[in-house]
């Protein structure tokens, strides 16, 4: 018997195919064929995705005021949408979902236009601005942080939350432990290509501020951009620091399981991994996102007392310094934003999507999946 088939469009970052590389372990578990069409960026990220097949169709972003680019990338969309038109009239998808950035609009819009069932997840608080243009045409719209209570799309939103690695789920096994007085007290801090540099200069200034009693206490694991790693471990040799500095760690999720307290900016993933987790954070949204997502994502967690949220340009090294003295000698504090933290989190958000791609695969409205959660 053939099995059928399922057509995830996900490109350009790790943050959009991530979140399809979940959802599509869920699907080949429960018997569904997986294809990816994604563009040529996204080829480095899709070694290890579980699909069948994996298309590449070209895209383009308008985003140039110059009459000639325009005209470029408005030739290479409609390229990719006759393209995208012909693999969807061979391949015939059960339902075809998106999730975000340009690479997803060629194939969604020849989804619908040719009457193909299609949903879109959106990862962040504030919908982007590819899913934007297509909220209107799909029948669902899955959501990591959108609420289903507001908004013109209300009616077809359901919050599933962001579905998390396996590495994740392993380490939301593992119980918050306070960090009493006297005991050592874990500190994580990434921020992501984009983020990094800001803590290499301010996270080392604040640990040199701290009493010694303190400061002597803490073990860090930091990541920073490989050419901010001399000036960061020059600061860690000079404090004599109990620090690990590196530009990626491959075991952050067992790391973020064994913090005391983090400090982190705040894309779709980090927030929805902390809160699986179920770990205290001190969020410092990236000022130059788009759409000021970091900073949508971000207030969702601090809602929920799980994180307090910095402005970068509040969070001076002084302030920092506070922070962490009032975060080491309260650990009831820390303990009940991590329990907090954890409420938040949504663990089963991948079989919870790929439940929605089955209701719309069977032929069901997202109104009639809406009644079967409540």
């Given at each position: 018997m053939t099995k059928a088939i399922i057509m995830l469009a996900a490109g350009g970052t790790g943050g959009h195919l991530f979140p399809a590389e979940a959802l599509a372990f869920e699907l080949k578990a429960l018997g569904y064929s997986v294809h990816l069409v994604t563009d040529s960026r996204a080829e480095r990220y899709a070694g290890k995705f579980p699909a069948d097949e994996i298309h590449v169709v070209p895209s383009a972003t308008i985003g140039s005021k110059n009459p000639l680019k325009v005209a470029s990338s408005l030739w290479t969309l409609w390229s990719g949408i006759r393209i995208a038109r012909r693999l969807m009239a061979k391949v015939r998808p059960k339902v075809v979902v998106g999730f975000g950035g340009y690479p997803t609009i060629p194939p969604l819009l020849a989804a619908t236009g040719m009457g193909i069932p299609s949903m879109i997840h959106e990862q962040n608080a504030v919908m982007g601005r590819a899913n934007k243009a297509l909220a209107k045409r799909v029948m669902a719209i899955?959501?990591?942080?959108?609420?289903?209570?507001?908004?013109?799309?209300?009616?077809?939103?359901?919050?599933?939350?962001?579905?998390v690695r396996p590495a994740v789920l392993e380490a939301a096994k593992v119980p918050y432990q306070a960090s009493g007085a006297g005991e050592e007290f874990r500190l994580v801090v990434f921020g992501g290509s984009q983020g990094a540099q800001y803590f290499s200069k301010t996270v080392p200034t604040a640990v040199s501020l701290l009493d010694d009693s303190l400061r002597?206490?803490?073990?860090?694991?930091q990541q920073a951009r490989a050419e901010d790693m001399p000036m960061v471990q020059g600061c860690v040799a000079k404090l004599e620091m109990n620090a690990e500095i590196a530009p990626f760690f491959n075991d952050m999720a067992e790391r973020i399981a064994g913090a005391h307290l983090v400090i982190c900016r705040s894309g779709a993933s980090t927030v929805s991994e902390i809160s699986v987790i179920g770990r205290p954070a001190i969020l410092v949204p990236y000022p130059y996102a788009l759409d000021h997502d970091q900073a949508a994502n971000a207030a969702t967690l601090a809602a929920t007392g799980g994180a307090k949220v910095i402005v970068q340009a509040e969070l001076s090294a002084e302030k920092l310094s506070r922070i962490l003295t009032d975060a080491m000698n309260n650990p009831e504090k820390l303990a009940g934003m991590a329990e907090n933290a954890r409420k938040a989190g949504k663990p089963d958000?991948?079989?919870?999507?790929?439940?929605?791609?089955?209701a719309i695969a069977s032929g069901s409205t997202i109104a009639k999946f809406k009644e079967t959660r409540s």
């Open positions: 899955a959501g990591g942080f959108l609420p289903e209570t507001d908004g013109v799309y209300a009616a077809k939103t359901v919050t599933t939350g962001n579905p002597q206490r803490l073990k860090i694991t958000a991948a079989r919870l999507l790929a439940a929605m791609v089955e």
